[in-house]
């Protein structure tokens, strides 16, 4: 976003790690934690106050969960779940949505996830993002006549560290052939498609779920096929959009 010329806050639990991002890419940093209505209120007061008013939000925070049966899933992570899944987006979406419709409109870009679409063993965690896409959709009709797109992504698995550190015995070992473009995902494809969301180039576009997943979605009822099919071709360059020098 940065790139695209926008100015950019960070907003994170860990101030240390939003700092770094900020410094990276020239913007300003401050902690948050989400699932705390006074806090957010109170912080996009302060960033009108020295930055003007927000034309763009990403709500990009969640707590993520391990592989439990239903009867053994701790109670305490559970709740920890639902309060900064759902109620952290819906305080971020209240209050950056209701600013924006007074003030001149706006754009919203949620991230839920391709688990809000199927089912899966986040018992927790994918219950709470199909919560977000519909939330999305409720802002999207809310505030849509005050100026103010609220659309959502939905991410398949993506090459961030954490998820690389958390594959063994989390994910299938062919996960990649899982896909119908046989790989997983960058972060950056996903920046872009919430870059575009948030843009003036999407104008016409709010209440969307918009899946980055690398064709999981269509591919997955193949596999009872026997897999979708392979490169027709030896000798294939890289995927499109993808840099080699990333993987």
Do not use: C
Not at 83 to 92: C, D, H, Q, T
Request: hydrophobic letters at 45%.
């Amino acid at each position: 976003m940065a790139q695209r010329g926008w100015q950019v806050a960070v907003i994170d639990l860990d101030l240390k790690a939003a700092e770094a991002v900020a410094k990276e890419v020239g913007g300003v940093a401050y902690s948050l934690d989400i699932s705390d209505l006074e806090a957010v209120e109170q912080l996009a007061e302060k960033i009108e106050r020295e930055h003007g008013r927000p034309t763009g939000m990403v709500v990009a925070a969640a707590a993520f969960q391990d592989k439990y049966a239903p009867d053994e899933f701790p109670m305490d992570l559970w709740r920890r779940i639902i309060k900064v899944n759902i109620e952290g987006s819906f305080n971020a979406n209240r209050v950056f949505a209701s600013r924006m419709a007074r003030s001149g409109g706006g754009s919203i870009v949620n991230v839920a996830s391709i688990v809000a679409h199927a089912a899966s063993p986040q018992h927790a965690y994918g219950p709470t993002k199909a919560a977000v896409a519909n939330m999305t959709r409720n802002f999207a009709a809310q505030y849509g006549k005050s100026g103010v797109r609220v659309n959502s992504v939905s991410p398949g698995a993506v090459l961030v560290d954490r998820v690389k550190a958390r594959a063994p015995g989390r994910y299938a070992t062919d996960i990649d052939a899982q896909m119908a473009l046989g790989r997983r995902i960058q972060p950056v494809e996903i920046a872009e498609g919430i870059e575009f969301l948030l843009s003036d180039r999407a104008s016409a576009i709010t209440g969307v779920d918009l899946m980055i997943d690398a064709g999981w979605a269509v591919a997955n009822s193949w596999h009872i096929y026997g897999g979708v099919p392979g490169p027709m071709a030896e000798g294939n360059a890289p995927p499109q959009g993808v840099d080699p020098s990333l993987e």
